[in-house]
Every structure is written in structure tokens, then in C-alpha cells.
């Protein structure tokens, strides 16, 4: 059975970073995609970014790139999201997934069929 562990959050100040992490077990992945989304209170559902686990080039929304860097461990199957120079905007219940979107499709949540428990990222000061 398929299982995501997601982890990592907390309470930043804005300007900080954090690193979420996402562990992947029960299967085996070389076709897939993991991908990070958020969602705030009161708002839908949003695409932070993704990666494929055979390579390739990683997938930002416009509003993390710069800040924010997906990178992924397949000894360890293991995914990262590194969060930099944070922002109140940022802050939202972030959980990883899995799925085998096709290129197109990689930033449309209904694509993904495994999900983390998500864990809670504040930024405040």
C-alpha cells in the first residue's frame, strides 16, 4: 500500500525558509510524478510544484519560483520541498502527491491518486 509522509512545517518569520519533506513508500515510482500542493483557508487547492521521478526538468507555480526548490532522493524516496524567503502569502496546509499526470496535466491536483496528511506552514511575524 501506498504511503506518503509528509513533514517539515512550523512557524517562520517572513523572510525565512523551511524544508518540507515528503516520504514515499509501497510501490515503486519511476513513472510518476510527486508534486507539492497548498491550500490556505478559505481557498481551493493549488499547484506549489512537482518533479518526475525519472528527471527531467522540475515545475514551479509562478509565485514560488526563485524562492522555493523541489529535489528529490530515490535512494531514500524521499521528496523536498526547500522554502526561501518566505512570505505571509505562503502560509497554508502543505501536502505532497503522487500521480502520473501527463505533462499538461502535472499542475491539476485531480491527476494525483496518493496524498500526504499535509503539515501546517505559518508565516508571521
Known amino acids: 500500500q501506498v504511503q506518503l509522509t509528509d513533514a517539515g512545517g512550523g512557524l517562520v518569520q517572513p523572510g525565512g525558509s523551511l524544508r518540507l519533506s515528503c516520504a514515499v513508500s509501497?510501490?515503486?515510482?519511476?513513472?510518476?510524478?510527486v508534486a507539492w500542493f497548498r491550500q490556505a483557508p478559505g481557498k481551493e487547492r493549488e499547484f506549489v510544484a512537482a518533479?518526475?521521478?525519472?528527471?527531467?526538468?522540475?515545475y514551479y507555480t509562478d509565485s514560488v519560483k526563485g524562492r522555493f526548490s523541489i529535489t528529490k532522493d530515490k535512494a531514500s524516496n524521499a521528496v523536498y520541498l526547500q522554502m526561501n524567503s518566505l512570505k505571509p502569502e505562503d502560509t497554508a496546509v502543505y501536502s505532497c502527491?503522487?500521480?502520473?499526470?501527463?505533462?499538461?496535466?502535472?499542475?491539476?491536483?485531480?491527476?494525483?491518486?496518493?496524498w500526504g496528511q499535509g503539515t501546517q506552514v505559518t508565516v508571521s511575524s
Open positions: 509501497g510501490g515503486t515510482f519511476n513513472s510518476y510524478a
Open positions: 518533479t518526475r521521478w525519472s528527471g527531467g526538468n522540475p
Open positions: 502527491a503522487v500521480g502520473r499526470p501527463i505533462i499538461s496535466a502535472i499542475r491539476d491536483w485531480k491527476m494525483y491518486y496518493y
